[in-house]
């Protein structure tokens, strides 16, 4: 275990649907990301918040939007997503996402197949 | 452009077997070199993390290098074991903001 954990680990959705993705983290970090993996490519970065606050959104479609209440907890909702979203979707936190990079801790993530 | 590229793209070997998996990356200027391995419905788990004056690291059976003057870092696993079958995912970062920047992944596949 690496002190973050995501729910649901599978989720299967239409394309109409809205839905949530949820990660905590019980590490005491205060930068948490989201990443895209999808099959034979490298880790895409999303969203990261530092201290709750959204520091790099990396031109992700808008039918992605993540919330941050607190250090501890990130949420990615999705809405009319499209099949080509399907894939592993990771959360990732570190001490700090400011400044020199450290190391990130993952979760397990979330299988997501938009039908 | 940055980039991290990773050879092989996947490799199968014998259970007790030696094994060495490449990462040349183009990220400049550069902060740290980080290896990951991710099995197979998990995240990925940090093995190693090098800054610019390392030129190697261990972790057990995992032994990273770095040349920074080449760009060139290797992951050297020693008596494989059937749990090392995993991806291995090398990462680049450089000074400041900017964000990491992952390899492919090399698929390691270690059989009886």
């Known amino acids: 275990e690496t002190g973050v954990t995501q729910t649901p680990r599978h989720l299967v959705m239409g394309m109409t649907n809205k839905k949530s993705l949820k990660c905590e983290q019980h590490?005491?970090?205060?930068?948490m990301y989201w990443y895209k993996q999808s099959a034979k490519k490298p880790l895409e970065l999303m969203f990261v918040?530092?201290?709750?606050?959204?520091?790099e959104n990396n031109s992700v479609p808008s039918r992605f939007s993540p919330e941050c209440p607190n250090s501890s907890h990130l949420f990615l909702h999705l809405h009319t997503l499209q099949p080509e979203d399907s894939a592993l979707y990771l959360c990732?936190?570190?001490?700090?996402?400011?400044?020199?990079?450290?190391?990130?801790?993952f979760g397990p993530g979330t299988r997501l197949t938009v039908l | 452009k940055n980039q991290v590229e990773q050879s092989p793209q996947s490799l199968i070997i014998l259970e007790g077997k030696n094994c060495t998996l490449q990462c040349n990356y183009t990220v400049s200027p550069f902060s740290n070199l980080r290896w990951y391995k991710q099995d197979t419905g998990r995240g990925p788990v940090s093995l190693t993390i090098?800054?610019?004056?390392?030129n190697t690291k261990s972790n057990g059976r995992y032994t990273a290098t770095l040349d920074a003057d080449t760009k060139q870092s290797s992951l050297h696993i020693t008596a494989s074991q059937l749990s090392d079958s995993a991806s291995y995912i090398c990462v680049v970062s450089s000074t400041g903001n900017t964000p990491l920047v992952f390899g492919k992944g090399t698929r390691l596949s270690v059989i009886a």
């Open positions: 990732a936190s570190s001490k700090t996402g400011s400044g020199r990079p450290d190391t990130q801790y």
């Open positions: 590490l005491g970090h205060n930068a």
């Open positions: 090098m800054t610019f004056s390392e």
């Open positions: 918040y530092n201290f709750k606050e959204q520091t």
